[in-house]
């Protein structure tokens, strides 16, 4: 469980509720009280979620083992029964720093209500919009199986345990319901530029009136069709345009598997290309040493895939 990797660093703050002079408290006990209306033995605890005072919905509000566990609502309010044995809950919610009440006394037949107080976690980055487009001439069925380094927020079609699609000379279908492409995205804490040793960052700085230009002409030199290629320009285009110097850095192939995600795809495809794009946007020309990087097309008969994501990186991060 994610939570208990981070409990001894958060439990160090925690616990000391109502501090002075050291920012906002990660939780807050607002009340405490007697109710014979809450079952012998349970602690009903109670609440809000807040992210500098605005409600936090859909996080996970359970106790350190998982075994009671509940979500806030679209309020940030939440209601929990638990046992008066537990001493520890904490509150999680992805893009978001865990808080954990570590030592507290929940007493059987009481009423506790207690206010999370989280915070964004800026480490947290988007893998936006994955696709993974599948070809064949001949029919076949194919499994997928994604291990996503980080943690899986959307799929489309819905992804259990893994995809089982059906794919032709006529497209991909599942459940006999056709689709372009497979769809995901998730949310990681490890999405950063690869660096050399000193400093530099295989990639260009281009402005923002080539951003079009440049994405066909690399999108060409892997290998991309023109609808993949289109697929990709317009949802990214519009967004690395929105200040006028972009940094852009692909990673391609083994490292997307090392790096990103990997697929277990049975059959093997004969051809593959897998392509993960990092971008960060600049108003005036950033002082970054890089290294253009050099492109490699592939072949596209027989079973073929392509696959394309990418994730903006904040400027700010890059500490110019």
């Not at 509150?91 to 007493?107: D, G, H, L």
């Not at 317009?234 to 697929?263: C, H, N």
Request: with cysteine; net charge negative.
């Amino acid at each position: 469980m994610r939570a208990l990797l981070l409990i001894t660093l958060v439990c160090l703050t925690s616990i000391s509720f109502g501090r002075r002079g050291l920012g906002p408290s990660p939780y807050t006990i607002v009340a405490d009280s007697m109710e014979s209306a809450v079952p012998l033995g349970y602690c009903l605890v109670k609440g809000f979620a807040y992210n500098n005072n605005v409600a936090v919905p859909n996080g996970k509000v359970s106790t350190l083992d998982g075994e009671f566990s509940t979500q806030t609502d679209s309020l940030g309010a939440y209601k929990l029964l638990i046992p008066s044995t537990d001493t520890s809950i904490f509150f999680f919610k992805t893009q978001y720093n865990e808080v954990v009440v570590w030592s507290y006394n929940f007493q059987s037949q009481h009423v506790v209500t207690l206010n999370f107080n989280s915070s964004a976690n800026d480490l947290i980055k988007v893998s936006a919009k994955p696709v993974i487009y599948l070809y064949s001439e001949e029919d076949i069925d194919v499994n997928i199986d994604l291990d996503y380094h980080g943690e899986l927020t959307f799929t489309y079609p819905k992804l259990d345990e893994d995809w089982n699609v059906k794919v032709s000379k006529n497209g991909m279908s599942s459940e006999g319901k056709s689709y372009p492409y497979l769809f995901w995205e998730g949310e990681s804490d490890k999405l950063a530029f690869n660096k050399e040793e000193d400093g530099s960052i295989s990639g260009d700085v281009i402005s923002k009136a080539k951003v079009t230009s440049y994405l066909e002409s690399s999108l060409t030199k892997m290998g991309l069709n023109e609808t993949e290629q289109a697929d990709f320009i317009t949802f990214w285009g519009p967004r690395m345009i929105k200040s006028e110097f972009v940094l852009i850095q692909f990673i391609v192939d083994s490292e997307y598997e090392s790096q990103i995600a990997e697929l277990k795809v049975d059959p093997k495809p004969d051809n593959s290309k897998r392509i993960y794009m990092y971008f960060s946007t600049f108003d005036s020309y950033p002082e970054i040493n890089t290294i253009s990087q050099e492109f490699k097309s592939f072949k596209r008969d027989g079973f073929t895939l392509v696959e394309w994501g990418g994730t903006e990186i904040k400027s700010t991060e890059l500490n110019l």
